[in-house]
């Protein structure tokens, strides 16, 4: 029991560790550089940079190869991504279009939209889309499930990485300290805020979605030994269709139906997407009962 424990804690030891050397480093770059940026957002983006080059060091550490970590050979990595893209519009567009529909999302009347500054939102927005989701895949479903999926059980293994996914969300800091007033402990403050913000009621409902959101691309990657394209690919599709549609649409503070996004974080992740993705974990292990029966001639 002991020792499970040990696994579980050690990805929050490693976070605690980026985001005090971020906090350090993140002065350090304000006091050589100047005014350039808020220090919780230096912090923030150092910490995550940290994170993702704490993947190659741990790979060696754990004799991870490139497929332990999740990467088909590249024609079907490619291929899988394309799948994952398709799944990912597949899942989230119908909750996006149930907002407009519930008047939840409203198109922001207030900007000139051209044909090409939409294909420009929607481009870029694809591109950081795709970022975003191979950083994180790469060091959620594949470095960290796959070594907590050698300590302990599949379930557990989901379970603990689709925590840590959903609480990394949330380290933030939403103090703005002034330029002038800053000391080398500023960011030790801000850190200490950033993780005491888990605690924040109101991020409750965003957290559970992005629990279930972790899940389900936690089950995605379990489903082959070599499919991490796949969840980036799906990832990629959510990341994307999120960040189009908050540049395009605005959030009805007065919408009736304005419990189903949770506002504090970003408009779209809340109950209505946890209630959808479970639905369809409900119905993917219905699926897979019915095939494993099948199999056996049941």
């Known amino acids: 029991m002991i020792r499970w424990l040990v696994y579980a804690l050690a990805p929050l030891l490693l976070l605690v560790i980026a985001a005090t050397m971020a906090s350090m480093l993140g002065y350090g770059l304000l006091w050589l550089a100047g005014d350039i940026l808020p220090l919780a ?20 550490y754990l004799q991870f190869s490139w497929a332990d970590l999740g990467f088909a050979p ?9 799948h994952g893209l398709a799944l990912g519009l597949l899942t989230l567009l119908p909750v996006l279009l149930t907002l407009y529909w519930l008047d939840v ?8 939209w051209t044909v090409g500054k939409i294909a420009e939102k929607i481009g870029l927005g ?3 889309a795709m970022l975003i ?3 994180e895949e790469m060091l959620f479903r594949g470095l960290l499930l796959g070594a907590l999926r050698r300590k302990m059980s599949m ?5 603990i990485s689709s925590i840590y996914y959903a609480a990394l969300h949330f380290l933030k800091s939403k103090s703005q300290l002034v330029y002038a007033d800053l000391t080398p402990g500023s960011g030790l403050k801000l850190m200490a805020e950033a993780f005491a913000n888990w605690l924040n009621p109101q991020i409750i409902s965003a957290l559970l979605a992005l629990f279930v959101v972790g899940v389900f691309l936690a089950i995605l990657r379990s489903r082959a030994p070599q499919s991490l394209g796949l969840c980036i690919g799906c990832h990629a599709a959510w990341v994307w269709q999120i960040k189009v549609s908050r540049d395009l649409f605005n959030v009805n503070l007065q919408a009736d139906s304005l419990f189903l996004v949770n506002t504090y974080y970003d408009g779209v992740v ?22 494993a029966k099948a199999a056996r001639g049941d």
Not at 41 to 60: A, G, Y
Not at 275 to 287: D, P, T
């Open 270 to 291: 809340g109950p209505l997407v946890s209630s959808w993705l479970v639905s369809a974990l409900i119905v993917y292990g219905v699926w897979t009962q019915w095939q």
């Open 155 to 159: 379930m557990a293994a989901v379970t």
């Open 74 to 82: 590249r024609v079907i990595f490619f291929k899988q991504m394309g």
């Open 126 to 128: 694809l591109f950081f």
């Open 41 to 60: 957002k230096v912090i923030s983006k150092i910490t995550l940079v940290l994170l993702l080059l704490s993947i190659f060091p741990l790979k060696n």
């Open 105 to 112: 999302h409203v198109w922001d009347d207030t900007r000139h």
């Open 133 to 135: 989701a191979v950083g």
